[in-house]
């Protein structure tokens, strides 16, 4: 058993390695998630964005990477999660919300977004849309003549249900973020049924994603009591002007239904009616559109007095945080330069800010991650972090980031600045030299560096001074002929020696297949041999012959050829048997007994012969 | 004015001399003419002196300052596609590899973190994997014989031979990886990527030159391409360039 373990080791180890190193990627790819890309709706007109949600199946945490499409703007509007376990089995999603704004009517398709998990990048269908100048609306024949049919949308008695929009302020900047309140009553009294979040309904405002989960409480008002729902959001002005904005939710009422019912017979109406009639009344499903007043807004446009460059379109107010780290460099070692920006404010419009003095600092582009703010105080944050090389070592502190915005509190742009941050430059920048014809001396393959300012890359490891070796193709080093034929041989000399190897082993547990192959090649050459003893004398003859044939029946029988005598010949092939007779002629000779004859030992070569082939 | 007629024969001998001496240099297809045309900064001509010296053949070193005058010419797509080629010649040279990752650095040409399986095939160059699958090969032979005429030892033998399986498998993934990096391409000038192979197609995003991407389908004038951030799109043929020429 361990004979056979220890033997079959080797392949399986080869085949668990190349198992793993050949299914790795399917097992990634079992871990995979289904993306989709949905835009409600898809026609839509410049004034009204449309909502793209992007929902990712089975993971948590992607990176989404929105593609460009020239006369569309994507404001991304939060994220939500999903989990939910059907039957033992669970599962997550993940939904991204953007605001698609169109800048252009027309027909626009979005290409795949690509989404990035941590295992694979997918992407989405490309999306068709329309957007049309004007928002979609119904014609007015069909809005004001159309029937009330059954099923119809009813405009619900306010005193039933209705939404409360509270904006924080009611004028605001384009791109200012206002915080708002939606607080949806709900009489007591009357079942409902919820079918949607409530929908903004205002030309030149978008608003944040609402959550499905509002805050629920209870409140009086004008004595009665109300189920209140209340989200909190955020509502940012794009387009400056007058507008009013309200918000519609649909819900659908309990209504008990006012069928009459037959009577059962015999019960005639000495029951109490009412109460039957709520045991086994029914109640359907009324439709309705809740609405809040609408609220009178007004957006203006930011002044452009006194806009500082650095302006970028952040609308808030903000705190600005820098530092450095390595602060002890070398020429041409990298900073990380981590500038944090703080407080409350359209952080989808607050770009990096920027170095006052980038002369003799080369600088790259920043990566930002948001983190939100919570309910204990901790104010949205943004943070900037973007790679410096100092390339002048005269240099001895970074100078301050600038950060502008516009407070809406003050009505006036405000610019931030942070403190220099002290910095150590190891060394000198490699000092200029002039350009020199080089000179080619042997085992000199290069130069001293020139260092030409006015050069894109003064800093380049100089020009080779050797052509060096031309070769007709850049091949791979496994495609060229020395290491094809050293590989061919290696295979070669390989699969032989195993080969040599597997016999000998084979031979090895099968000695009796050694045993026969000898025996042959004894025969063979005893017979060879024989054919030229003719040409002894007699006592040669004998003494040669009885030699070959001892070794042969030896072989076949298992035993030292010294220990055959003449009488094991005689009982084991009998006493007429040529070879019995030529051990007899032998021992007589060795004695001086008799001599044999010509003729007789022609006879008895003659006869050992045909039968060395047959002897067993 | 009187004079005027005198000079113009000087002048115009002194042009001729300058263009008989430039044409002559340019035609001087030696290493180090080559190179004074590049310290003179005539980087374009130092370019054309480089191939021209190459005549249709590679070597690393001329590769390698063909990339340095692209560099200098502010030409960071051409310059990775000859520090590459010029690596693929000679893997192991610090100079090819140094300079290629300052013009990465300097153009923001950051390639996205690669998975730890990729980071371990990047140890060695493509040949450093080549002779490895060879060496486990000679490895496993000298084994092999040296057992011949000895008692079988199962244990020391399924060793060496996992030993020597797990460095040949290693040394063909690890050639096989290197080796399709060599077969991506790079590209040379800045563009974009299209949803579809056509003029108007919708953009997929930028693609900045010097990027690498790997070609996987041609249709007309576009290839269909994967880019290092796993982004597929159609790319102009003529924006990128094999690094196997």
Known sequence: MMRFFFKTLPLYSLISILSLLLFQPTALRAEESTVSAVLTPETFSTQQPSRLAITIAGRQDAQITMPEVEGLIFHRRGQSSQFQMINGTSSSSVTYTYLVQATEPGTYTIPPITVSTKSATQRTQPISCTVTDTPPTLPQNQRSQAPPASGAVAEPDEAVAFISLIPEKERSYVGELIPTTIKAYFYQGVKFKFNALPVLKGDGFLMDA????????????????YLVLVWDTVLTGIKEGQTEVTMEMDVSMLVRSRQQKPRLPGFGGGLQDDFFDDFFGTYENQPIKVTASPISMKVIGLPEEGRPDSFSGAIGTFHLAVEAQPTAIAPGDPVTLTMSLSGNGN????????LSDTEGIKTYTPNSSFYPGNQEGEKDRKVFEQALVITDAKIQQIPPAVFSYFDPLREQYQTLFSDPIQIQVSGTTPAAS????????????RETPPSDPGLPFAGLAPVKLTAGQFTSTIRPLFK????????????????GVTGYRVRSHFLARNPEIVRLKRIERQRASCIRSFGDLTSLDQAAYLSSAQQQTRNLLALLWGCEAASITTADVKNRLGGDHP????????????YGASELKEAERDRLHKEISEILGELT | MKKRPCLMPVFLILLTCSHAMADGRLQDTSIDACNAL??????????GCYQRLSNSEHSANVLYNIANSYAQLDQPGYSVLYYLRALSLNPGDSDISGNLAMVKDEKGLFPPEKPAILRFFSLLTLAQWSILCLLSAAGYL??????LSRPKNMVLETFVLLLCTILLAAGVFGAGTRYREWQQAVVVKDSRLLVSPFENG???????????????????DYWYVTDERGRKGWLKAETFESILP
Do not use: M, W
């Open chain 2, 142 to 147: 000298v084994f092999a014989c040296t057992r």
């Open chain 1, 434 to 445: 002039q350009t020199t014809t080089p000179n080619t001396s042997p085992g000199q393959d």
């Open chain 1, 210 to 225: 609402l959550g499905n989960e509002p805050r629920q409480h209870q409140e009086s008002r004008d004595g009665k009591q």
């Open chain 2, 38 to 47: 590049y310290h003179e900064n005539n980087f374009e001509d130092a370019i």
């Open chain 1, 579 to 590: 070879v019995t007779r030529l051990f007899i002629h032998c021992d007589n000779a060795s």
């Open chain 1, 480 to 495: 060229k002929p020395l290491f094809l034929f050293t590989a061919a041989l290696l295979l070669v000399a390989t699969a």
């Open chain 1, 347 to 354: 952080f989808d419009n607050v770009s990096a800010p920027l």
């Open chain 2, 202 to 220: 919708a953009s997929l995003g930028s693609i900045d030159q010097g990027s690498l991407v790997s070609p996987h389908k041609e249709h007309g």
